[in-house]
């Protein structure tokens, strides 16, 4: 099993995972994120989807990259450190998952 | 952890109005701590006060009707939806019951293959041992099912005798391999080490090492019927929760009439909600423990065994998929329409190539999300607005919108003189201008539990905010607040003029106090009416730290202050913390540095955190060499509130003289108050602050006026002298002479 797999597991499985996206989420909503991509994918729903066949995959093809790069670095970094927190505190128990991974 | 960590000041006051509320809840790794589960973020983009019907948009001026305004989530999650939870739950347990029985008989003769083809292994303890989602194998795809695939087997038990030697091998299986790893349920590290089953090959190869060969019954499989008990148990362990809350959300079925899509209709014929619900409780909002276990171990994508963020899980066989080539391969392939995604839990429908929005689902996923914020203790992530049936009727009544814009005026409501009233004026003025105490009101989350509402100052308070945002232009009289102050802050009764940092802090006090007395009685209503929740919230709330409770007066303006009293012979210190509401800073002369009168309010801030020798007069028994010594006392800020509120100390009470100090002090428009941090070099965050509010005097000390410049948007400043309100450029602010000076923090940070 990779570390990253065992991370994984090991964020889902206390519940850490859906805490961090809880947080992601919030963060994204707070700095504007959000309001940006929404309008984003608005203004190309207007642009290109006036015939009714741009389908949800192409307007997410087209978004991600942008959306992307609008995420701030704060909030990557926050996240970041947040990740690192949790994984450090388990490292302290006597099982360290990726050791064993 | 911060909030609005990018809300950058050139947003700021833009942005105000979707400011967070109070602080959330949102404490990671303090697990055995009491949590109150507060609503996450209000995203006000919107704000609608149903009352007086003010929508305001502060952050952009596009899509003000229709665009999601956050939910006015006040008081605790339970609140919400509660009845149409309950009903519905009801219902649904009544309709799920009668389903259940159909589709036992219906596939009553479907052989149950649980051939534990993704056997876990983590713990051999009696619950949970070996659970797979009674999957069954896809080698022995049955002729009456006939599409080769496996299938969620929710009529499973009834199958059993057809496939019993099948699920005896499996569970068999499953238990050896389970008694190879690791016996402790509870450490989670060890548990990842736990192999992981994936395919029917390895369960061979483990089941060929047979190292412990345990009995197969141990083995207890769960199943989708088992986990669908689970869920509608715990959903009805929520509803019984949720007793006692108001009934008005009742209508979000009726307002909603999202049906998804025809596909998705027809599979819900086929299959009901149940597969659904089950999928989503365990893999999109995990329920509980049990649940978590399960997604970290089968949740991942079949094709490339990664756990990536996006995954699918086709809703009528088990499997899960990455978005993209994967899920979608899977769905042509096997004819499959309906999929959940797991990280949001929106269901895709792969006949439309869209993602699909069901009312009915969407309770279920709501129910879900409360029972797993329930269970890892965190506030619920945010969810759009849905404006139930009372609110859509109330906007519907009141069709009239507020549009806020730059150059608007709404928010500005001059204020009579009640005869030397102007100290009250300025300090309704600049909390008026507080963004937080506004969000605070706006959002109507003070609830009054008493029916003596009327001498309750909260609610005159936000009364008083209504009326400012009313639209109203002509000014408004502060009777009432002004009476309820005298009844309640004795000092300040009588008509004469007051100070206006002495009405400050009496008013926060009194408004502290009556929010405290409405939560209490809040509490105790419900603590009659609803046996568990009522304890709950009344431990957290002792549980906090001292000198705080959790009212929204100390959430923005109680600071914490420190101060370090160093023992001169043996530098032993001793160490105290007060809250504060204010901090107030001398402007006399210095007495120990050579007599300097401080020009700035960064000198005010210096000085006043500067190590002062006490003197020999002043000697203070060290509590480390118990005896009378010499020492130096400091004084540091522990932490810092939201607000923070600076009084000039203008008004010189002394044996000799009275006298008014009216040197200039300079105070900066923004500035971080890092350096008068207790840990300057520790501090974790950010300590910025903005110039919002400037309170003035003019006059001497026994006949004067007070003004203030208030903030009213970003870079426009206002003077409020008591019905006259003219616009101010910052200058005219940073020139004025300052009495208070508020300040309000940038970034917000979580508790």
């Known amino acids: 099993m990779t570390v990253s797999a065992a991370v994984d597991q090991y964020t889902v499985l206390t519940g850490d995972r859906s805490k961090i996206k809880d947080l992601l989420c919030s963060r994204l909503t707070e700095c504007g994120w959000r309001d940006e991509v929404r309008l984003m994918c608005r203004t190309i729903l207007l642009e290109k989807g006036a015939n009714n066949s741009f389908t949800v995959e192409q307007l997410i093809t087209e978004v991600t990259p942008k959306a992307r790069t609008l995420v701030p670095d704060a909030v990557k970094k926050e996240l970041l450190m947040k990740i690192r927190t949790i994984l450090t505190e388990n490292e302290e128990e006597p099982d360290e998952p990726e050791d064993e991974a | 952890m911060r909030h609005k960590r990018a809300c950058c000041d050139s947003q700021y006051f833009q942005m105000r109005q979707c400011w967070l509320t109070g602080r959330l809840s949102n404490r990671w790794g303090v697990a055995n701590q009491p949590v109150t589960v507060t609503p996450a973020v209000r995203h006000q983009y919107i704000r609608v006060r149903l009352v007086a019907c003010v929508s305001v948009c502060v952050q952009c001026e596009i899509e003000t009707r229709n665009r999601e305004a956050s939910k006015k989530n006040h008081r605790n999650f339970e609140n919400f939806a509660d009845c149409s939870i309950k009903t519905a739950g009801r219902r649904t347990a009544k309709v799920a019951k009668i389903r259940r029985k159909q589709r036992n008989c219906d596939k009553a003769f479907v052989p149950l293959q649980a051939s534990a083809k993704r056997a876990k292994t983590k713990e051999n303890s009696v619950d949970s041992n070996s659970s797979v989602l009674s999957s069954s194998g896809a080698s022995s795809s049955s002729q009456s099912s006939g599409r080769g695939t496996e299938r969620w087997a929710v009529g499973a038990e009834t199958g059993r005798g057809a496939a019993e030697n099948e699920t005896a091998a499996a569970a068999a299986a499953a238990a050896a391999a389970a008694a190879t790893t690791a016996t402790t349920a509870v450490n989670a590290g060890r548990f990842i080490t736990a192999d992981l089953i994936k395919t029917v090959k390895s369960n061979k190869e483990r089941k060929g090492r047979g190292e412990n060969p345990i009995d197969a019954n141990a083995a207890k499989h769960l199943r989708l019927s088992d986990c669908l008990r689970t869920v509608q148990k715990l959903a009805i362990e929520l509803e019984s ?153 109330l906007m519907l009544a009141n069709a009239r919108r507020r549009l806020v814009r730059p150059n608007q005026t709404i928010g500005l409501r001059g204020l009579l003189n009640l005869g030397a009233t102007c100290f009250m004026n300025c300090i309704v003025q600049a909390l008026v201008h507080t963004p937080l105490l506004s969000d605070y009101f706006m959002s109507d989350r003070h609830d009054c539990g008493s029916k003596s509402s009327h001498k309750c100052l909260v609610c005159e308070v936000s009364r008083l905010f209504q009326e400012f945002y009313s639209g109203s232009r002509s000014p408004l009289s502060l009777h009432r607040l002004l009476h309820l102050i005298w ?166 009470h002394s044996a000799l003289i009275d006298r008014k100090i009216s040197s200039f002090i300079q105070f900066p428009v923004e500035f971080d108050m890092t350096p008068f941090m207790s840990e300057k070099k520790n501090a974790y965050g950010d300590f910025r602050f903005s110039l919002y509010a400037v309170v003035n005097h003019v006059g001497t000390i026994d006949t004067g006026h007070y003004t203030a410049y208030v903030r009213h948007q970003k870079d426009t400043w206002v003077k409020c002298d008591d019905h006259v309100i003219t616009m101010a450029s910052l200058k005219q602010v940073l020139d004025s002479e300052g009495y208070l000076l508020f300040y309000h923090k940038n970034v917000l940070e979580y508790e």
């Open chain 2, 487 to 652: 009844n309640h802050a004795k000092h300040l009764a009588g008509y004469e003029q007051q100070d206006a940092h002495e009405f400050f802090i009496a008013t926060l006090d009194v408004l502290h106090r009556h929010c405290v007395k409405a939560k209490s009685e809040h509490e105790s209503k419900s603590n009659s009416s609803g046996s568990g929740s009522g304890t709950n919230s009344s431990s957290s709330s002792s549980s906090h730290c001292y000198g705080q409770c959790n009212c929204i007066i100390d959430q923005i303006f109680t600071g914490m202050l420190q101060s370090d009293v160093v023992c001169q012979a043996c530098n032993g210190v001793s160490t105290t913390y007060d809250p504060f509401w204010d901090i107030s800073l001398d402007l006399g002369e210095t007495t120990t540095h050579g007599g300097v009168t401080p020009k700035t309010l960064i000198d005010c801030l210096e000085r006043y955190t500067r190590a002062e020798h006490l003197g020999s007069a002043a000697k203070i028994k060290c509590s480390t060499c118990k005896s009378y010594q010499e020492s130096t006392k400091q004084f540091s800020l522990r932490t810092l509130p939201s607000v923070v509120s600076f009084h000039l100390k203008r008004f010189e």
């Open chain 2, 241 to 393: 929760d949720d007793v006692g809350s108001d009934a008005s959300a009742n209508a979000s079925s009726a307002v909603m009439s999202e049906t998804g899509c025809r596909h998705y209709q027809s599979y819900v014929k086929e299959h009901s909600y149940d597969t659904f619900r089950v999928i989503d409780a365990y893999f999109a909002a995990c329920v509980n423990r049990d649940a978590r276990e399960r997604k970290a171990i089968h949740c991942n994508c079949f094709e490339c065994g990664s756990y990536g963020i996006q995954l699918y899980a086709c809703l009528h066989c088990i499997y899960f998929g990455c978005r993209g080539a994967h899920i979608t391969s899977h769905l042509r392939s096997k004819k499959h329409n309906v999929a959940l995604e797991l990280s949001h839990g929106t269901l895709y429908c792969y006949a439309c190539r869209d993602f699909i929005y069901d009312a009915r689902s969407r309770e279920y996923a709501l129910i879900n999300r409360k029972l797993e914020a329930k269970d890892l203790q965190k506030s619920i992530g945010w969810l759009p607005w849905i404006p139930t049936a009372k609110e859509t009727n």
